[in-house]
């Protein structure tokens, strides 16, 4: 299974296309781009064995085209399995828009995208991810009801991210049980790198449970502001990664856990939101299954955002929401405790359980 972008070298001329990258057996990527707006997207279309393929859109100043087309694919393959783990009617699907949010995001731009949205007439469901706000989501309502995390006073779920933030508290806990024997986070010193949407309320939750927080991000402003809000102290240090810790909660962007990172980690468990971990699941989860670190695989605990849009979806209410949130312990610990008997990696277990719902799905249809 391809997860990294593959050099130039190894790239195989028999599959220019389908064999590159982070082509998974993906069903079908699209391509929009509107020079109006000066939109450049790219939808993409996972797998729908179990539903829709629902999953947010990315907006982000991607190096180049090829890095933007990478983290689509490896993207929606995670909510194939998220969808799948979590015991959701819902393929996977992601999209990203090229871009600097901040410089190039305007209302028209996103209903131009809502509009290809529209044209897959339903297979693909959009979200929030990165770089978008709930009112982005109300935009894309105006032309395509295909998309969830709208407001409130749309009729919406609305911002899934404090959801998502208590699922990654849930599978924290749960993983904080597994190595240390108690769930209790008060007292553990927790690295949270990334304190946007996601990361500050995991912040909150872990803070009111008395953990020793401290927090790390590329804006200066955040971090005084959450430092200020919490009374956490902020990460000073040169290498976060070489930092002693008990946890460390990837909040920001995925692939943290990679060949240059790996060697360092001090901490025992690994449990936060960033999707996509792992630059390499195969490799790098086994490198931290040989170090002892206890890693909650990311698309089985960030899937409380995806359970709160699900319920826009299917039309279940609040409690629903948080039950099947909560849930994300259970099944944390499960999983953690099948891949120590069975000798796999924590991801390897998760992975395993999804795709056999997928299969026993796809013989039922
Ligand atoms: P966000 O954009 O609100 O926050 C990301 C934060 O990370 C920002 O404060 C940003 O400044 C910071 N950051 C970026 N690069 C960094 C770096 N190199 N080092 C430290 N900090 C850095 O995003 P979010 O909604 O909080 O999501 C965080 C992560 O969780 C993303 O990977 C996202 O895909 C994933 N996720 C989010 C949700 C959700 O409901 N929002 C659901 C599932 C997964």
């Known amino acids: ?12 001329k028999e599959a220019p296309v389908f064999g590159q990258l982070s082509f998974d057996n993906h069903e079908q990527v699209v391509f929009c781009q509107d020079k109006d707006t000066g939109l450049k997207a790219i939808i993409g279309v996972h797998n729908t064995i179990l539903g829709p393929a629902l999953g947010g859109t990315r907006m982000y100043d991607y190096k180049t085209e090829w890095d933007a087309l990478n983290d689509v694919l490896r993207l929606s ?18 999209a990203v828009i090229i871009g600097d949010p901040k410089k190039i995001k305007t209302p028209e731009l ?3 995208f809502g509009k290809f949205v ?3 007439g339903g297979k693909y469901y959009t979200a929030e991810d990165v770089g978008m706000e709930t009112s982005d989501m109300d935009t894309v ?3 395509t009801p295909y998309v969830t995390g709208i407001s409130e006073s749309n009729g919406g779920a609305g911002n899934p ?3 998502t933030a208590y699922g990654v508290y849930m599978g924290m806990k749960a993983a904080t049980k597994f190595a240390y024997g108690s769930d209790l986070l008060s007292g553990k010193r927790i690295l949270v790198q990334g304190i946007g949407h996601v990361g500050e309320e995991l912040v909150r939750l ?8 401290m927090i790390s991000d590329i804006s200066q402003e955040r971090l005084e502001e959450v430092s200020a809000n919490y009374g956490v102290k902020i990460y000073r240090g040169e290498d976060l990664y070489a930092e002693t810790a008990d946890i460390y909660a990837p909040c920001a962007l995925g692939a943290t856990i990679n060949d240059h990172t790996i060697d360092k980690l001090k901490v025992k468990v690994i449990a936060g939101a960033a999707n996509n ?11 931290l299954q040989k170090k002892g670190i206890v890693y909650a695989p990311d698309f089985l605990i960030n899937a409380g955002g995806i359970i709160n849009v699900y319920a826009e979806i299917e039309g279940y209410g609040r409690d629903q929401i948080m039950a099947k949130t909560e849930n994300i312990y259970d099944t944390t610990l499960d999983i953690l405790n099948k891949a120590k008997a069975t000798n796999i990696t924590t991801n390897e277990a998760a992975l395993s359980i999804a795709e056999d719902r997928i299969v026993a799905r796809k013989k039922e249809v």
Do not use: C, D, F, W
Request: hydrophobic share 40%; proline share 2%.
């Open 141 to 143: 309502r105006e032309v």
């Open 110 to 112: 996103m209903r131009r």
């Open 1 to 12: 299974m391809i997860t990294e972008v593959l050099t130039a070298k190894q790239l195989k």
């Open 118 to 120: 529209h044209t897959l």
């Open 77 to 94: 393959r995670g909510m194939t399995y998220k969808a799948a783990i979590t015991g959701l009617n819902l393929g996977g699907g992601k």
């Open 161 to 163: 991210s404090p959801v």
């Open 277 to 287: 971990q792992l630059a390499n699941e195969n490799i790098h989860g086994a490198l």
């Open 206 to 213: 872990a803070v009111e449970e008395g953990a020793n927080v």
